[in-house]
Every structure is written in structure tokens, then in C-alpha cells.
């Protein structure tokens, strides 16, 4: 009776005050549509269209839900979606995209940037060519005359062309004064203009496409604000887009497009680098001395490739490959050894010092309470980079005080079995005041009588804690304790900066140490494979790892609820 | 009724504003190009600016003046183009110190931004292709090979600039024949020498065990790369001690990633060098931190570092020291690896020719090359400057060290070998391994990353 006149209550002072509510959410939305389309017009007009689409996604949810009379229950819910969206699932399909991509050194640009680049490379003759100066004139058409004079280059003035186009007669000439002296330009070359310092400046960007003739058969480039150079080779790469094939004039030969770059056929073995051709995903076939499948970087390793789509090749390296995989599960191992020994040491150390902090005989609660929350208060950074000095072998306080006691030296970074020790050692010491923090809370939230009654039937105190006290508690941390799971699992920083993954594990072919979790052992192996940075075997290892974390979660979630369900009854 | 009025109210303000985001880019970019155009047009003939630049001007222009100049001078105030570099706070002092020469000169405006030294490598590779990344950037030679694979930085032809420049450096830029920055400064390790305990500069690595049996100190020699973090760099004087090396070099073709040596005879016999000093004890189990630490405390004989350190030693230390090349290990002199840094530009740069100006006209001359050294300490890579410190100790030393090494190879497969090359060196240096089996492990792994 009384919650139904509530309700009318309610709805009516709603009523009354969605006119106001409106005007506010739409302003609200107006506001965010507004730098929401500009971020997508940005996104789709620099070439990132997944993050565009995305961005649509994002708009067209707020519009709907904020704007729609009928969705109260998605209006709470779509910050928490749109930013989900963000920084979670956009991340996720990214890594998976990566993952599926030769994205490494070599193959960081799309197809029409590389092409680009390589349509910039001049034809190698090993010689640097002269150069000399470069005087600029401009008429009131705003056309350009460059005036030219070196150590061989006779002072010549004449119309450039741009250095797309074929090098040519030289056109329309211009007589240059007799008595010309470079460091004294005539002010005027039949009705053009001499160039100031700051007038050649606001031409630059069309001086930096253009090439000039000369009367001898050379061609010069601008190659500064007030210098030219004598070209001695032409263009080296022409792109033809009818067959998809880069004809290159160093080799005289044309190369037809593949995955990540173009490959030329019959090249002479002496041409092609070794190590191009032992390289476990090499393409060439050599035989007789002439190479088919020769990829760019092969005949030169500073022409550049683009990212393709390689579908799941990561991913069977991954598998296949024996030097990955026995450390993969090496590390796989120690990962969630530390995972879960983390959770459970500093959940027992914070647990035990809540409980501690429960008994009313305790002096100085309060003072106690705010030290232990120092360690969280502390930023990760500082705190695990000064346990490094304290953790050092030979110069470190640790062992000072454990040498005072007449204890040995212990080797806490460079031991494997020492180092493992020394991170979770660490890691306690950053983590417990969380688990004191939850678990004070938690404990406050069992009911005493709950615990006087089981005192009452005999328990002791063991019991009372294994039987009562920690069911209950468990209740309402363990998704906590999963969370901090997960965030262990992925623990970079603490590794990053103490032990830097070492020490280093001896018998694999990769760089791989003792207390490497899988995220700083991708870290690793990311920059030292092959030719430099491998993004996409990466990424493929990351996937691997987010699999790995969303199944356990997902298990752990259901034990939670069969849990939940017990205690509940 | 009311509440649709509310949402095309609502509706309306959405497009309103929507249109004015659109809007306002367009005009702004309407404007650009018109403050642009109208820079164009009359800085082209104002020799009222010209006047200010201490360049070779010419008076008779000053007086066929059009009026243009009266137009608009807000419009000549607006720099006509800029370029970004982006330095290390080491290096963004002395650049933002000069740039106003050349903007003086060319009305070009130079924006230096800060960048972390070990970030810039990777953010070029990701900023230069969508169009975001400098004009410029500072950088160590050893990342030439993976920059020029990816693309994004474009060779430099320096012409007869080329022989101003230390060979090394030239070297050390050198990718594929062709060369992918302009070098400033070049780097080597050397040994400092704690002169109240070791007064003589010991010629030989038995005459530094001599000095330091004659003299009681905890530790004899401090090279990071021991104790707790890999170094491979630090600990090279050994490898190459007696003629060994990481992969097979060529003259004409550089570093041959397909021959790796680290196993060969020399390089083991190297090692051995450095495995005999860790048994005997002359050669302490520290990181970088520790070992600079020890020294500088005289609690340490010798410590192997670079140039980079000179101004701690003078800042922070109250011992005596001197500096000299690394006391001799076999037939010849030590080879450290020589680094180098310099200027590269980026291959999607808007503004190359500017850039291209700003690297040949401006950095590579003496003034230029002079300040950068009086910022930064390194010994310059420019042999103008080089010959006028002659009489500068540390420089001669680290430039005689830099003489005797070879750069560090520059090649995109390196990213295989620091981690392989550095985790068996600290075993080695930690008494955990020998020379022979710890060089085996790091050449398997090295071959097996960049060739299985």
C-alpha cells in the first residue's frame, strides 16, 4: 500500500521535472554529438575507419538511449558501454586484426605509403653528385625560374618541371647576364623577380618537387633553400597500378606484388643477401644461381614493404615453432604460479592484519590502520625501483640485515629460484594493502552474531574462521580476488622494473629470465626476432594470453556464484 | 506533443553545433591559406625584413620597394613555415638556442619538443606515417636499419659536407650505401682511473691487475653488465678483446647477418678474458648503478663507461680521476663499440626541402656543431671541431677510443642479439657460466632468431 503511493508520488514528481531533465540531457547530448561527429569526420579523414565506425556506434547508442522516451534502463548503462567499447573491445579486435598481419619491421606502412616511398629512392650510381647555387625568380603569374651555377655548371637560368615527369629538352631558357656573380643575382630575369631569403621560404613546398634541365643533358634537383644538386641517377622505381607491379631501374627488371612487398624473378644469386634467403619465412627459390621470388628488402634492405594480411600464420609459428614454444610454457607456468601466489600471500597478509585490527584489545588501531595503507599510497614506480636497491646482491640492505644475523648472502635478483622468491616478496609488500582494505570492510559486514552462535555451539576460534568467517568473506571478495587475479597475470610494471624478467633462463633460443610473465616475455620477443620488431606474432601471443585470462575469469566467475548460492540458502 | 518539440529542439542544436564544429575547421583552414597566401605574396618582396637578416642582401632592392609592405604586418609577423624536431633534454637546450639564426635567416619557425631519447625510435615509427610524427629527429646510429626498413626516414646525400664528418659516424649512419642522417656527435667507452689510487695509466691489462694488487680496493675494475642487468654494450671491450666480433663485417657491404661470429675462436678467446678477471677478481659483479657508485665513492680502482658520465665525475665525485683507452688486451688496441647520434629527417616530412636546409645549411657548420659539443659533452662527429679542441684531454681520449672501434652495427637483426648476447655475458660475468659455453648459447639463439 504504502510503496504503491510512493510510486505515484515518484512518477509524478518525475513528470514535473523532465521538462527541466530534457532541456539538461538534451544540451547534454547536443554537446557530445557535436565533438563526437568531429572526432569521426577527423577519424575517417586521417584513415582510421574502424575507429570511426566505432565512434558512430558510440553516437548513434547516446542518441537513442538519451533520446528515446522508452530507455531508462540503457541510459545507466551506455556510459559504461560506450566506454567499454573504447577501451576494451576496440582494443581487443585490434590486437586480434595485428595478430592476423605481417606488422614488423619492414612492413609498418599500408601498401600505397610504401609505394610511395620507394617512388622517392633514386637510381645508386655511388656518386654524390655536384652540387652548387640556387637562385629563385618568380613572375606575377607566380611562375618560378631557377638560376643555377656550380664549380661545372654554367650559370643557366631556365623553367623547372615537376620531378614526376620525364626529364626533357630543357625549356624555355633565359639569358643570364655576363657579368653574373651568384653572390650579386641580377635583380631580374626578363620580367621575374629575384627571391628574397623569406620569399624562397614560402615556396618551399613546390621547390622540393621540382627538377631543372640542363643544357648539357644533366638534370639538378633543389636540394636547399639556396642550394642545388646534379642528379646522377634518375627516379629508381616506377608504379604501375594496371598490373601491380614496381619496375626498378637499378635491376632493369619488374617485380610483381605479393604479401608485404614486391618480388622480382630471375635474379642473380651474388645479388641477393644471404641472410634473406636462410630466414625460416623466406620466399626465394635459387636455383643455378638465379633466384625467383626474391622479395625487395632482399636486394636492399632500406626499400620498404607494407602490412598484409597473412591470416593465421602467427598463430601456427606459434605452435610449430620449438624455440617459442617450450619457453611459452615455461613462462606460461611461472605466470600463474605468481598469478595466484600473489592473490593468496597478500590476501593472507591483508586478511590476517584486518583481523587483527578487529580485536578491540588492540592499542593505537587507528595509527596502525593509516601506516599500513602507506605501501598503496607509495606509486608502483618508486617503491619497486627502491626495493631494488634494497633487494642488490652485494651492496643491498636486505642482506646487510641478513648478515648482521650471521645469514649468507642471498642472490634475490640474479638466483632464479631467489628472484621468484624476490617478486612475490615484493609484490606482497605492494598488494596487501588492498587486501587489508577489502577485507576490514568485509569483515565489519559478517554479522556478529553469525560468529557468537558458532561460538556458542563449541567452535573454536580455527573454526569459526574456516567455517564462518571466511565463506562469508569470500562471498564478497572473490570477484575482487579475481580481479586482482587477472591484473597479477598482466603484472608488466613490478617485473619490468625489478627483475626486468631475468635472470636470464639458460638453453632457449629466445631471451627469456626466470620470473618472465607472458606479457614481458611477448615484450621481449617482440623486438628480437628477425629483422627487428615482430608486432604480429606479438599481438597473436597476446590473444593467446586475453583467451587465457577470460577463460580463467569466466571459470572462476561460475565458482563464485556456485558460492554465492550455497551461502545464500 | 511537447516533449517531440523537445527532441527537435534537441535535434536542431545537435546539427547547429555539429555545423559549427564543421564550420569553424573550414574557415580556419580558409584563413590559414589566405594568411599563408598573403605571407607569400609579400614577403616575397619586403626587403624591410631582408634588412634584419644578416645575409648577403642587396641594397637596390630596399629602394624599388612596393607598398605591399604597409598592407598587412600582422600577417609578417606569422612564421611563413615551421618545422618540428624533436631532441632528449640534452639536446633540446642547445637546439632551441640556435634556432633563432635560422629563423632569422629563412623565416622558418623551429618548434623543438621534448621526447624521451628512447621513445623517439619508436613513436617516429608510428607518428611519421599518419602524418603526425617531426621534421626532424635526434637519434643513435644503431637504429638506422630498422628506420630505413620501415620507411620513414630518407637518405641524406652530404655531398663534400661528407668530408667534415668523422668516418666512424658516417659509418655508423650508413645503411645499405647510403647515408640516413646527419651526424653531430659520436660516443665510446673508456676506462676512468681513480688517480689517488692508481697514479700511472696502466698500457696493459697486466700492468691494471699490477697497480691493482699494489693498492687495496675493494673492487679493481666496475663494468656494468654484471650483478643484476644484462649489458651487452659495456662488456664488448671483451668480445672483440682478441679480434671477435657479433656478425661477419665487409667494408663495402657492412655486417652480414647470415655469419655469426659470436662463437668463433676470437670472440671465445675474448670472453675467456673477461671470464679469468670474474674468477680472479678484478672485474666486480655490478650493475651500471653500482658501478658508477663504487667509483665515484673510491671505493673502485677503474670503471668502464663513456663520455656521457664526464659530468658526474666532475659534479659528484671528490676523488682525483683521469680517463684513458681501456688498458690493451691482446695484440691491439681495445675495440669498444662506437656509437653515434645525429640528425635524421622523416620521409613523410611536408616540409623536406626546409628540413633538408635546416640539416645542411645550418647544422653541419662549425657554430652549429661547436654549441651542440658545449651542451652536450660528446665528442663532436664534425672534424672542424674536433681539430679546434685538440687541446681538450677528454676528448682526445674518447676520441682515440672511438679511433680504435668500430660501430655498433646498425642492422635491423641487432634487436635479435642484445638480449641473447647481453643475458650470456652477465652469466659469464656472475661466474654462472664460462666463456665457451655462454658464446655458444648466444650464437645459437642469435642464429636461430634471425635465421631458423
Given at each position: 500500500?504504502?510503496?504503491?503511493?510512493?510510486?505515484?508520488?515518484?512518477?509524478?514528481?518525475?513528470?514535473?521535472?523532465?521538462?527541466?531533465?530534457?532541456?539538461?540531457?538534451?544540451?547534454?547530448?547536443?554537446?557530445?554529438?557535436?565533438?563526437?561527429?568531429?572526432?569521426?569526420?577527423?577519424?575517417?579523414?586521417?584513415?582510421?575507419?574502424?575507429?570511426?565506425?566505432?565512434?558512430?556506434?558510440?553516437?548513434?547508442?547516446?542518441?537513442?538511449?538519451?533520446?528515446?522516451?522508452?530507455?531508462?534502463?540503457?541510459?545507466?548503462?551506455?556510459?559504461?558501454?560506450?566506454?567499454?567499447?573504447?577501451?576494451?573491445?576496440?582494443?581487443?579486435?585490434?590486437?586480434?586484426?595485428?595478430?592476423?598481419?605481417?606488422?614488423?619491421?619492414?612492413?609498418?606502412?599500408?601498401?600505397?605509403?610504401?609505394?610511395?616511398?620507394?617512388?622517392?629512392?633514386?637510381?645508386?650510381?655511388?656518386?654524390?653528385?655536384?652540387?652548387?647555387?640556387?637562385?629563385?625568380?618568380?613572375?606575377?603569374?607566380?611562375?618560378?625560374?631557377?638560376?643555377?651555377?656550380?664549380?661545372?655548371?654554367?650559370?643557366?637560368?631556365?623553367?623547372?618541371?615537376?620531378?614526376?615527369?620525364?626529364?626533357?629538352?630543357?625549356?624555355?631558357?633565359?639569358?643570364?647576364?655576363?657579368?653574373?656573380?651568384?653572390?650579386?643575382?641580377?635583380?631580374?630575369?626578363?620580367?621575374?623577380?629575384?627571391?628574397?631569403?623569406?620569399?624562397?621560404?614560402?615556396?618551399?613546398?613546390?621547390?622540393?618537387?621540382?627538377?631543372?634541365?640542363?643544357?648539357?643533358?644533366?638534370?639538378?634537383?633543389?636540394?636547399?633553400?639556396?642550394?642545388?644538386?646534379?642528379?646522377?641517377?634518375?627516379?629508381?622505381?616506377?608504379?604501375?597500378?594496371?598490373?601491380?607491379?614496381?619496375?626498378?631501374?637499378?635491376?632493369?627488371?619488374?617485380?610483381?606484388?605479393?604479401?608485404?612487398?614486391?618480388?622480382?624473378?630471375?635474379?642473380?644469386?651474388?645479388?641477393?643477401?644471404?641472410?634473406?634467403?636462410?630466414?625460416?619465412?623466406?620466399?626465394?627459390?635459387?636455383?643455378?644461381?638465379?633466384?625467383?621470388?626474391?622479395?625487395?628488402?632482399?636486394?636492399?634492405?632500406?626499400?620498404?614493404?607494407?602490412?598484409?594480411?597473412?591470416?593465421?600464420?602467427?598463430?601456427?609459428?606459434?605452435?610449430?615453432?620449438?624455440?617459442?614454444?617450450?619457453?611459452?610454457?615455461?613462462?606460461?607456468?611461472?605466470?600463474?604460479?605468481?598469478?595466484?601466489?600473489?592473490?593468496?600471500?597478500?590476501?593472507?597478509?591483508?586478511?590476517?592484519?584486518?583481523?587483527?585490527?578487529?580485536?578491540?584489545?588492540?592499542?593505537?588501531?587507528?595509527?596502525?590502520?593509516?601506516?599500513?595503507?602507506?605501501?598503496?599510497?607509495?606509486?608502483?614506480?618508486?617503491?619497486?625501483?627502491?626495493?631494488?636497491?634494497?633487494?642488490?646482491?652485494?651492496?643491498?640492505?636486505?642482506?646487510?640485515?641478513?648478515?648482521?644475523?650471521?645469514?649468507?648472502?642471498?642472490?634475490?635478483?640474479?638466483?632464479?629460484?631467489?628472484?621468484?622468491?624476490?617478486?612475490?616478496?615484493?609484490?606482497?609488500?605492494?598488494?596487501?594493502?588492498?587486501?587489508?582494505?577489502?577485507?576490514?570492510?568485509?569483515?565489519t559486514s559478517i554479522p556478529t552474531e553469525l560468529i557468537e552462535a558458532a561460538r556458542v555451539d563449541g567452535a573454536g576460534p580455527f573454526r569459526r574462521f574456516r567455517e564462518v568467517v571466511l565463506p562469508l568473506?569470500?562471498?564478497?571478495?572473490?570477484?575482487?580476488?579475481?580481479?586482482?587475479?587477472?591484473?597479477?597475470?598482466?603484472?608488466?610494471?613490478?617485473?619490468?622494473?625489478?627483475?626486468?624478467?631475468?635472470?636470464?633462463?639458460?638453453?632457449?633460443?629466445?631471451?627469456?629470465?626466470?620470473?618472465?610473465?607472458?606479457?614481458?616475455?611477448?615484450?621481449?620477443?617482440?623486438?628480437?626476432?628477425?629483422?627487428?620488431?615482430?608486432?604480429?606474432?606479438?599481438?597473436?601471443?597476446?590473444?593467446?594470453?586475453?583467451?587465457?585470462?577470460?577463460?580463467?575469469?569466466?571459470?572462476?566467475?561460475?565458482?563464485?556464484?556456485?558460492?554465492?548460492?550455497?551461502?545464500?540458502? | 506533443?511537447?516533449?517531440?518539440?523537445?527532441?527537435?529542439?534537441?535535434?536542431?542544436?545537435?546539427?547547429?553545433?555539429?555545423?559549427?564544429?564543421?564550420?569553424?575547421?573550414?574557415?580556419?583552414?580558409?584563413?590559414?591559406?589566405?594568411?599563408?597566401?598573403?605571407?607569400?605574396?609579400?614577403?616575397?618582396?619586403?626587403?624591410?625584413?631582408?634588412?634584419?637578416?644578416?645575409?648577403?642582401?642587396?641594397?637596390?632592392?630596399?629602394?624599388?620597394?612596393?607598398?605591399?609592405?604597409?598592407?598587412?604586418?600582422?600577417?609578417?609577423?606569422?612564421?611563413?613555415?615551421?618545422?618540428?624536431?624533436?631532441?632528449?633534454?640534452?639536446?633540446?637546450?642547445?637546439?632551441?638556442?640556435?634556432?633563432?639564426?635560422?629563423?632569422?635567416?629563412?623565416?622558418?619557425?623551429?618548434?623543438?619538443?621534448?621526447?624521451?631519447?628512447?621513445?623517439?625510435?619508436?613513436?617516429?615509427?608510428?607518428?611519421?606515417?599518419?602524418?603526425?610524427?617531426?621534421?626532424?629527429?635526434?637519434?643513435?646510429?644503431?637504429?638506422?636499419?630498422?628506420?630505413?626498413?620501415?620507411?620513414?626516414?630518407?637518405?641524406?646525400?652530404?655531398?663534400?659536407?661528407?668530408?667534415?664528418?668523422?668516418?666512424?659516424?658516417?659509418?655508423?649512419?650508413?645503411?645499405?650505401?647510403?647515408?640516413?642522417?646527419?651526424?653531430?656527435?659520436?660516443?665510446?667507452?673508456?676506462?676512468?682511473?681513480?688517480?689517488?689510487?692508481?697514479?700511472?695509466?696502466?698500457?696493459?691489462?697486466?700492468?691494471?691487475?699490477?697497480?691493482?694488487?699494489?693498492?687495496?680496493?675493494?673492487?679493481?675494475?666496475?663494468?656494468?653488465?654484471?650483478?643484476?642487468?644484462?649489458?651487452?654494450?659495456?662488456?664488448?671491450?671483451?668480445?672483440?678483446?682478441?679480434?671477435?666480433?657479433?656478425?661477419?663485417?665487409?667494408?663495402?657491404?657492412?655486417?652480414?647477418?647470415?655469419?655469426?661470429?659470436?662463437?668463433?675462436?676470437?670472440?671465445?678467446?675474448?670472453?675467456?678474458?673477461?671470464?679469468?678477471?670474474v674468477a680472479d677478481g678484478y672485474v666486480s659483479s655490478t650493475n651500471y648503478g653500482n658501478a658508477k657508485d663504487l667509483f665515484l665513492t673510491g671505493q673502485a680502482a677503474f670503471f668502464i663507461t663513456g663520455?656521457?658520465?664526464?659530468?658526474?665525475?666532475?659534479?659528484?665525485?671528490?676523488?682525483?680521476?683521469?680517463?684513458?683507452?681501456?688498458?690493451?688486451?691482446?695484440?691491439?688496441?681495445?675495440?669498444?663499440f662506437v656509437g653515434a647520434q645525429g640528425f635524421f629527417l622523416n620521409a613523410f616530412s611536408e616540409n623536406s626541402l626546409i628540413a633538408q636546409s635546416f640539416l645542411l645549411d645550418f647544422i653541419a657548420t662549425?657554430?652549429?656543431?661547436?654549441?651542440?659539443?658545449?651542451?652536450?659533452?660528446?665528442?663532436?662527429?664534425?672534424?672542424?671541431?674536433?681539430?679546434?679542441?685538440?687541446?681538450?684531454?677528454?676528448?682526445?681520449?674518447?676520441?682515440?677510443?672511438?679511433?680504435?672501434?668500430?660501430?655498433?652495427?646498425?642492422?635491423?637483426?641487432?634487436?635479435?642479439?642484445?638480449?641473447?648476447?647481453?643475458?650470456?655475458?652477465?652469466?659469464?660475468?656472475?661466474?654462472?657460466?664460462?666463456?665457451?659455453?655462454?658464446?655458444?648459447?648466444?650464437?645459437?639463439?642469435?642464429?636461430?632468431?634471425?635465421?631458423?
Open positions: 500500500m504504502d510503496s504503491a503511493r510512493n510510486t505515484r508520488l515518484l512518477r509524478r514528481r518525475l513528470q514535473r521535472s523532465t521538462g527541466r531533465a530534457l532541456v539538461v540531457r538534451t544540451a547534454a547530448v547536443a554537446l557530445f554529438d557535436a565533438m563526437g561527429v568531429y572526432a569521426l569526420v577527423s577519424f575517417a579523414g586521417n584513415g582510421t575507419l574502424s575507429v570511426a565506425a566505432l565512434m558512430a556506434f558510440a553516437l548513434a547508442l547516446v542518441n537513442w538511449a538519451y533520446l528515446s522516451p522508452r530507455t531508462q534502463g540503457a541510459r545507466w548503462l551506455t556510459p559504461g558501454l560506450v566506454l567499454m567499447a573504447f577501451f576494451v573491445v576496440y582494443p581487443v579486435l585490434y590486437t586480434s586484426y595485428v595478430s592476423l598481419t605481417n606488422w614488423q619491421t619492414g612492413n609498418i606502412l599500408t601498401k600505397d605509403q610504401a609505394i610511395e616511398q620507394l617512388e622517392q629512392r633514386r637510381v645508386r650510381t655511388g656518386e654524390s653528385g655536384e652540387s652548387g647555387d640556387l637562385i629563385v625568380y618568380r613572375n606575377g603569374a607566380d611562375d618560378l625560374v631557377l638560376l643555377v651555377v656550380g664549380e661545372t655548371v654554367e650559370a643557366f637560368a631556365g623553367v623547372p618541371r615537376s620531378s614526376d615527369d620525364e626529364p626533357g629538352a630543357a625549356t624555355a631558357a633565359f639569358a643570364v647576364p655576363a657579368d653574373f656573380e651568384p653572390e650579386a643575382p641580377p635583380e631580374e630575369i626578363e620580367g621575374y623577380e629575384l627571391l628574397s631569403g623569406l620569399g624562397v621560404t614560402a615556396v618551399a613546398g613546390r621547390l622540393q618537387d621540382l627538377e631543372l634541365d640542363l643544357p648539357d643533358g644533366r638534370s639538378v634537383v633543389v636540394e636547399t633553400l639556396t642550394s642545388f644538386r646534379v642528379t646522377t641517377g634518375g627516379k629508381r622505381f616506377a608504379y604501375d597500378p594496371a598490373t601491380d607491379t614496381m619496375f626498378d631501374a637499378q635491376q632493369g627488371r619488374r617485380c610483381a606484388a605479393g604479401t608485404g612487398t614486391f618480388y622480382c624473378d630471375d635474379v642473380p644469386e651474388t645479388d641477393v643477401a644471404r641472410i634473406a634467403i636462410i630466414a625460416k619465412d623466406s620466399t626465394i627459390r635459387c636455383s643455378g644461381g638465379i633466384c625467383d621470388r626474391v622479395p625487395l628488402f632482399a636486394l636492399d634492405p632500406s626499400l620498404t614493404g607494407w602490412r598484409d594480411l597473412i591470416g593465421f600464420d602467427n598463430y601456427i609459428d606459434l605452435a610449430q615453432e620449438e624455440r617459442i614454444r617450450s619457453p611459452f610454457l615455461r613462462v606460461l607456468i611461472w605466470n600463474i604460479a605468481f598469478a595466484v601466489g600473489s592473490v593468496l600471500l597478500t590476501f593472507a597478509v591483508g586478511l590476517g592484519l584486518a583481523m587483527l585490527m578487529q580485536r578491540e584489545e588492540m592499542r593505537f588501531r587507528g595509527f596502525y590502520r593509516s601506516i599500513f595503507i602507506i605501501p598503496y599510497a607509495v606509486p608502483g614506480f618508486l617503491s619497486i625501483l627502491v626495493w631494488r636497491g634494497l633487494l642488490s646482491t652485494e651492496f643491498g640492505k636486505v642482506n646487510e640485515l641478513l648478515n648482521a644475523f650471521g645469514l649468507p648472502d642471498v642472490a634475490w635478483l640474479s638466483g632464479n629460484y631467489q628472484a621468484m622468491a624476490a617478486v612475490l616478496l615484493v609484490n606482497t609488500w605492494l598488494g596487501f594493502p588492498y587486501m587489508f582494505l577489502i577485507s576490514s570492510g568485509a569483515l568473506l569470500l562471498v564478497s571478495t572473490a570477484p575482487l580476488l579475481i580481479g586482482a587475479f587477472a591484473f597479477n597475470f598482466n603484472n608488466f610494471l613490478l617485473i619490468f622494473l625489478l627483475t626486468g624478467g631475468g635472470p636470464p633462463l639458460a638453453g632457449y633460443d629466445v631471451p627469456v629470465g626466470s620470473t618472465d610473465l607472458l606479457i614481458s616475455f611477448t615484450f621481449g620477443l617482440a623486438q628480437s626476432s628477425g629483422r627487428g620488431q615482430q608486432f604480429g606474432l606479438a599481438s597473436a601471443i597476446i590473444v593467446v594470453i586475453f583467451l587465457v585470462l577470460a577463460i580463467t575469469s569466466a571459470l572462476s566467475f561460475r565458482l563464485t556464484k556456485k558460492l554465492e548460492e550455497i551461502y545464500d540458502r | 506533443m511537447r516533449r517531440r518539440t523537445g527532441i527537435w529542439f534537441a535535434t536542431l542544436i545537435v546539427l547547429a553545433l555539429v555545423a559549427a564544429a564543421c564550420g569553424d575547421d573550414a574557415d580556419n583552414e580558409d584563413a590559414t591559406d589566405a594568411a599563408t597566401a598573403d605571407t607569400q605574396a609579400d614577403s616575397g618582396d619586403t626587403p624591410a625584413e631582408q634588412d634584419e637578416a644578416p645575409a648577403e642582401d642587396d641594397p637596390p632592392a630596399a629602394e624599388e620597394e612596393p607598398p605591399a609592405e604597409e598592407d598587412d604586418p600582422p600577417a609578417a609577423e606569422e612564421p611563413i613555415a615551421s618545422i618540428t624536431i624533436w631532441a632528449d633534454d640534452s639536446r633540446v637546450g642547445p637546439l632551441e638556442a640556435i634556432a633563432p639564426a635560422f629563423t632569422e635567416e629563412t623565416g622558418v619557425e623551429v618548434n623543438v619538443e621534448l621526447v624521451d631519447f628512447g621513445g623517439i625510435r619508436d613513436q617516429v615509427s608510428q607518428a611519421a606515417p599518419a602524418g603526425e610524427g617531426p621534421d626532424i629527429f635526434v637519434g643513435a646510429h644503431d637504429w638506422t636499419g630498422e628506420l630505413a626498413a620501415n620507411g620513414v626516414v630518407a637518405p641524406i646525400n652530404l655531398g663534400d659536407k661528407a668530408d667534415h664528418f668523422v668516418q666512424v659516424a658516417l659509418d655508423g649512419f650508413n645503411f645499405a650505401g647510403e647515408v640516413f642522417a646527419v651526424p653531430y656527435a659520436t660516443e665510446a667507452v673508456a676506462m676512468y682511473r681513480n688517480s689517488d689510487l692508481v697514479p700511472e695509466t696502466p698500457a696493459t691489462w697486466d700492468d691494471l691487475r699490477a697497480a691493482c694488487d699494489a693498492v687495496e680496493v675493494a673492487n679493481c675494475v666496475t663494468v656494468p653488465g654484471g650483478e643484476d642487468a644484462a649489458d651487452a654494450y659495456h662488456n664488448y671491450p671483451f668480445v672483440s678483446a682478441r679480434g671477435g666480433g657479433i656478425f661477419a663485417f665487409d667494408a663495402s657491404s657492412g655486417f652480414d647477418a647470415s655469419q655469426v661470429v659470436l662463437d668463433s675462436d676470437d670472440t671465445i678467446a675474448g670472453v675467456e678474458i673477461l671470464e679469468a678477471q663520455p656521457w658520465e664526464l659530468g658526474s665525475m666532475r659534479d659528484q665525485s671528490d676523488i682525483n680521476w683521469a680517463v684513458s683507452v681501456i688498458a690493451q688486451m691482446g695484440d691491439a688496441p681495445v675495440q669498444p662549425d657554430e652549429t656543431m661547436q654549441a651542440l659539443f658545449d651542451a652536450d659533452g660528446r665528442p663532436p662527429a664534425w672534424l672542424p671541431v674536433v681539430e679546434a679542441l685538440s687541446s681538450n684531454p677528454d676528448v682526445q681520449v674518447f676520441g682515440a677510443s672511438i679511433a680504435n672501434g668500430i660501430p655498433m652495427p646498425n642492422i635491423p637483426e641487432m634487436g635479435a642479439v642484445w638480449g641473447p648476447l647481453g643475458d650470456n655475458l652477465l652469466q659469464v660475468r656472475n661466474g654462472e657460466s664460462t666463456a665457451a659455453d655462454a658464446m655458444t648459447a648466444a650464437a645459437e639463439a642469435v642464429r636461430a632468431a634471425v635465421g631458423g
